[in-house]
């Protein structure tokens, strides 16, 4: 399954680069999240998901890879649901275009239901993210202004 788009965030590449990887926000924004460590280039995720058909609690590993700050990296998740392969690519001044492309495949649960469905989810839970990490965003560059 792939899954693709284009986000605008209120803040330079750098703070949005910053507060992508950083383990607090990840924790605060992804939905469902109780848990983020990182372990050098390795995040360990920990969530309880309750939305729909999809409930319970699950971990992963989320792998940092080729990062290019502030630019691009690639993230390689495994988790009980399915393995996904996510590129990211950063660019603007004042303002951040954040364009994704993810390749996943379906493990599980999931494989029990269609596409449809399924992007509909993908698609609920990129809007709270996103949602969270432009607020994270507006409260970093509100502090960082003199």
């Known amino acids: 399954m ?21 383990p607090l926000v990840l ?32 971990q992963g590993r989320i792998r940092l890879v080729n990062p290019v700050p502030p630019h691009s990296f690639q993230l390689d998740a495994e988790t009980a649901l399915g393995v996904l392969s996510a590129v990211i690519r950063l660019s603007g001044d004042t303002a951040t275009t954040l364009v994704y492309h993810c390749d996943g495949h379906l493990e599980g649960v999931l494989l029990r239901f269609g596409e449809p469905l399924i992007r ?3 698609n609920r839970l990129l809007d709270q993210y996103f949602a969270c990490l432009a607020s994270s965003l507006r409260r970093r560059t509100a502090l960082q202004e003199p």
């Open 2 to 22: 792939r899954f693709e788009g284009r986000r605008t965030l209120p803040a330079p590449p750098l703070v949005v680069w910053e507060t992508l990887l950083d």
């Open 120 to 122: 509909s989810l993908a």
């Open 27 to 58: 924790r605060d924004c992804i939905p469902g999240c109780r848990e983020v460590r990182r372990d050098g280039a390795d995040y360990h995720v920990r969530a309880t998901i309750r939305m729909l058909f999809l409930r319970g609690s699950y």
